[in-house]
Each structure stands twice: as structure tokens, then as C-alpha cells.
């Protein structure tokens, strides 16, 4: 089994910055692309941001210039540094992450349980 754990979610002001990170732990054999997405209330989840193994990213239009994701291969480890946040980015933050579990096993989707960030105006 594998799980993400989130934490670094919590209340800002408009302007201010908050930095996410989630780890991954159990049987992990290799992590492909990890990423983060976001719900807000009443609304579809939807990407944030994505990052290969490799370090390739990409963002969504809304965040780009104003979020990073990066990644510690070592610690299974990745991150989301969140500068000039703004009411609209408030949402629940969910971490993903697609796991090899062995050599040969098919890759598979683990997702996080949640950490709320509220931007408040």
C-alpha cells in the first residue's frame, strides 16, 4: 500500500504565501508524475499543477507566475510553494501522485487525503 500525506494547508490573507507538501511512503518501487489539484466548494476538481519525473511541469493558466511545484525524488517528497494568493485560489488541496509498486506492476493513481486552504479577501 501507499499512501500521500499533506500538510502546510491553513488560513492567509490575500497577498500572502502558504507552501504545501505531501510524501509519499510504503511500497514504492518508482513515482512517475506527481501533482497537485484543488476543489472548491460546489465546483469540479481540477489541476493545479504537474511534475514529472524528470522535473518537466506544467500549471494551470490561473496559477502560472504565481505558484512552484518542485519534487525531492530522494524523499518521495512533493512540494507547492503558493506566493500572491488570492480569495479564488481558496479550496481543498489534494496531492497525487501515480506509483510503481514494483518492477513489472502497472503504474497506479494515489491521491491524498486533503489539506483547506482559505485565502480570505
Known amino acids: 500500500q501507499v499512501q500521500l500525506v499533506e500538510s502546510g494547508g491553513g488560513l492567509v490573507q490575500a497577498g500572502g504565501s502558504l507552501r504545501l507538501s505531501c510524501a509519499a511512503s510504503?511500497?514504492?518501487?518508482?513515482?512517475?508524475?506527481m501533482g497537485w489539484y484543488r476543489q472548491a466548494p460546489g465546483k469540479q476538481r481540477e489541476l493545479v499543477a504537474i511534475i514529472t519525473s524528470v522535473g518537466s511541469t506544467n500549471y494551470a493558466d490561473s496559477v502560472k507566475g504565481r505558484f512552484t511545484i518542485s519534487r525531492d525524488n530522494a524523499k518521495n517528497t512533493v512540494y507547492l510553494q503558493m506566493n500572491v494568493l488570492k480569495p479564488e485560489d481558496t479550496a481543498v488541496y489534494y496531492c497525487n501522485a501515480e506509483v510503481q509498486t514494483g518492477w513489472a506492476a502497472r503504474p497506479y493513481d494515489y491521491w491524498g487525503q486533503g489539506t483547506q486552504v482559505t485565502v480570505s479577501s
Open positions: 510504503g511500497k514504492i518501487f518508482s513515482i512517475n508524475d
